[in-house]
């Protein structure tokens, strides 16, 4: 028999709970040694598929394929999977080893207790976390917690390792390292792993597939760099990083752009389009900010009515007469205080047109 190309894949999936449906006819196909996030706004439908995947639910329509072998009906104990849970579901009464050592006590002929060892030593080396076997639960720290929920879902072997937003408890510094130590994980053992979250920065920086869901619907299924850079439709735009939207109407004829203020931005894309009104996406760093003294022929002036300071970079709101407030990230260039524009100075802003997306409004 071949091996299936993909270890998860949905056909026509639908998960209905009574009257409410949250997940909609779904098809998704997940390669082996892939690292996915499912990335949504609550309630769209992003555990649930995790779920059904890991056999906590299952689907009212379609079929889940695990490996290749259909799961509908499968028990999630006798599934080749593994979850770790966001608030990791450990025993307080064990030690660290023990913890880790519950599934495989668990199996069916029953292991020898040398093999239980070795295996637990393993997974905790694999964790970075041998010599904490004897520790109790409370005396690690919430990073330690989260790898000995690593270590107990890793050391059945599964082929599919599921993350129910496994770093959401943790503060931001100890996530950034966690976030390190899972894509180094993931990338020694091979296997699958698919990660929930709702935070955009998370599922952009980890995995090498993000698929982006809506209202129990999949919107966009691309690698990180394809989902910022060429989004599939406004609400995959706006989800995903931080975008300004601009009203605007086409003129495919001559493929050009008419905002809200009178100004025409000669776009390629526009001719594709059907004339009428449109929303254009902008993101904020593609937008170049200068003191209006020091620009010539500007695309865009507004005034500043507000800056966030982030060290490396800032953040400013600028009012556009007949465009509302844009929001203009730029990065510092050195530590000169003249670097920073003020709140209340006028500026010049300009940009690529070819990096504006347009959507229908």
């Known amino acids: 028999m071949t091996p299936a190309a993909n270890d998860i894949e949905f056909r026509s999936v639908t998960k209905r709970y009574g009257a409410v449906t949250a997940v909609s006819d779904i098809n998704l196909a997940v390669p082996k040694g892939a690292f996915v996030a499912l990335l ?7 555990t649930t598929c995790l779920r059904m995947i890991g056999g906590f639910e299952h689907p009212s329509e379609g079929e889940v394929f695990v490996g290749g072998a259909e799961m509908n009906g499968v028990p999630a104990y006798r599934r080749p999977v593994n979850m770790v849970f966001q608030q990791y579901a450990l025993f307080p009464h064990f030690d660290v080893e023990n913890n880790v050592a519950y599934g495989l006590r668990q199996l069916r002929p029953r292991l020898a207790k040398a093999e239980i060892t070795r295996r637990v030593g393993e997974a905790l080396e694999m964790v970075r976390l041998d010599g ?14 989260q790898r000995v929920a690593l270590a107990r879902a890793l050391v059945n072997k599964p082929s599919v390792l599921l993350l129910d937003e496994p770093l959401a408890a943790l503060d931001k510094k100890l996530r950034t390292a966690m976030q390190f130590e899972l894509q180094t994980l993931q990338r020694e053992l091979g296997i699958t792993f698919v990660l929930v979250t709702h935070d ?21 299924l691309a690698s990180p760099t394809e989902i910022y ?45 059907g004339a009428g ?35 490396s970079s800032a953040e400013y709101s600028i009012s556009v007469p007949g465009l509302g407030d844009l929001l203009v990230t730029t990065e510092r260039h050195g530590t000169a205080d003249s670097d920073l524009v003020e709140p209340g100075e006028t500026v010049a802003m300009n940009f690529d047109p070819g990096e504006a997306h347009i959507f229908p409004a």
Do not use: W
């Open 40 to 46: 949504g706004p609550s309630g769209c439908g992003k």
């Open 132 to 145: 904490y076997a004897k520790r109790r639960i409370h005396e690690m720290s919430g990073g330690q917690q």
């Open 200 to 220: 955009q920065e998370e599922a952009l920086s980890m995995s090498d597939l993000v698929c982006v869901m809506n209202a129990g619907s999949i919107r966009q």
């Open 229 to 273: 850079d060429r989004p599939a439709d406004l609400f995959v735009a706006d989800f995903v990083g931080k975008t300004n939207r601009l009203a605007a109407t086409v003129d495919p004829a001559n493929g050009s752009v008419t905002l809200a203020n009178g100004r025409t931005l000669a776009v390629a894309r526009a001719r594709a389009m």
């Open 277 to 311: 009104e449109v929303t254009v996406a902008l993101r904020p760093e593609v937008i170049r900010l200068a003191r209006t003294s020091n620009a010539n022929g500007a695309l865009l002036e507004g005034t500043v009515t507000h800056r966030i300071f982030l060290g």
